[in-house]
């Protein structure tokens, strides 16, 4: 059964940092894109952030684009996202996900920023 717990998620203030972590299990995470994504809220679409295709290459969305970094461990199969600089405007919940290959999504961190 494929599942993503995501942790990492705090309040942070504005120009902070946070390390989100995804633990994947049941695949392995080096056959896939591997992405994180935000929802601002339940009515909202699932926003892609970043990805980590199998071969290693990060590819990152314009909204993170040099204040962020993906990366894997593949011997604990977990994805993770160092979010730096954080802005009032990234607070959302944040989920990993298979890019091309969907799985049901995990419950998600919650990112607050604020002062």
């Known amino acids: 059964q494929v599942q993503f717990v995501e942790s990492g998620g705090g309040l942070v203030q504005p120009g902070g940092s946070l390390r989100l972590s995804c633990a994947a299990s049941?695949?392995?995470?080096?056959?896939?894109?591997m992405s994180w994504y935000r929802q601002f809220s339940p009515l909202t679409r699932h926003e892609l952030l970043a990805?980590?295709?199998?071969?290693?290459?990060?590819i990152y969305e314009d909204s993170v684009k040099g204040r962020s970094t993906i990366s894997r461990d593949i011997a604990k199969n977990t994805v993770s996202l160092q979010l730096d600089n954080l802005k009032p405007e990234d607070s959302a919940v944040y989920y990993c996900?298979?890019?091309?290959?969907?799985?049901?999504w995990g419950q998600g961190t919650q990112v607050n920023v604020s002062a």
């Open positions: 996900n298979r890019q091309f290959a969907y799985a049901p």
């Open positions: 049941g695949f392995r995470i080096t056959g896939y894109t």
């Open positions: 990805g980590i295709a199998p071969d290693g290459t990060p």
